[in-house]
């Protein structure tokens, strides 16, 4: 079964950091860029950040451009995103999720989500 | 950016009546990269349509996705019990990625 698992979610202070990781299994994760995004509670989808095939691009959202990383690593099927300097407006639950595609150019379209990752910011 | 508006905000239909949701983007979405997801409560959002008319895998034939440039359709043909949730649209072709706020559709 093609799927993704977050994990890593919780609470956090302003300020402060976390990291979410996205487990994948059921397809070849090295084929396909792989994308986080965000909702807050009650709220629409806001796109976060996506990431090449390889690793060698990324792209951010200007919200969290500087203070957010991604990064993955194919040998663990895995995808990682640091948050740092977290803010109460991060305050959603993160889904990862894959590429309907397997180009790294015409990106986005996103078949296979994860349940998500709820991360709250607050003091 | 390209911002997405969608509308209407929310509709009631019966079983079996015809959906039309609107969605019109501020500037030409580039190379028709415009997708469709249903979300329901609790749960990630769901596939349905990409390159503005490709339906995913799995999706019945009563979802289709049209348009180009800057005003796209979803149409459920036959709306059926299960279709309820809010349905967003989403650009891919240019940076950043964006999506609309989101049609509600509710099911009778």
């Known amino acids: 079964e093609v799927q993704v698992l977050e994990s890593g979610g919780g609470l956090a202070q302003p300020g402060g950091s976390l990291r979410l990781s996205c487990a994948a299994s059921?397809?070849?994760?090295?084929?396909?860029?792989i994308s986080w995004v965000r909702q807050a509670p009650g709220k629409g989808l806001e796109w976060v950040s996506s990431i090449s095939s390889r690793g060698l691009r990324t792209y951010f959202a200007d919200s969290v451009r500087g203070r957010f990383t991604i990064s993955r690593d194919n040998d663990k099927n895995s995808l990682y995103l640091q948050m740092n300097s977290l803010r109460v407006e991060d305050t959603a639950r993160y889904y990862c999720?894959?590429?309907?595609?397997?180009?790294?150019?015409?990106?986005?379209?996103?078949?296979?989500w994860g349940q998500g990752a709820m991360v709250t910011v607050s003091s | 950016e390209i911002v997405l508006t969608q509308s209407p905000g929310s509709l009631s239909l019966s079983p079996g009546e015809r959906a039309i949701l609107s969605c019109r983007a501020s500037q030409s979405v580039s190379g028709s990269f415009l997708a469709w997801y249903q979300q329901k409560p609790g749960q990630p959002p769901k596939l349905l349509i990409y390159y503005a008319s490709r339906r995913a895998t799995g999706i019945p034939d009563r979802f289709s996705g049209s348009g180009a440039g800057t005003d796209f359709t979803l149409t459920i043909s036959r709306l059926e019990p299960e279709d309820f949730g809010v349905y967003y649209c989403?650009?891919?072709?240019?940076?950043?990625?964006?999506f609309g706020g989101g049609t509600k559709v509710q099911v009778k």
């Open positions: 059921g397809f070849t994760f090295s084929n396909y860029v």
């Open positions: 999720a894959k590429d309907v595609t397997n180009s790294d150019y015409d990106y986005g379209a996103l078949d296979v």
């Open positions: 989403q650009q891919y072709g240019n940076s950043p990625l964006t």
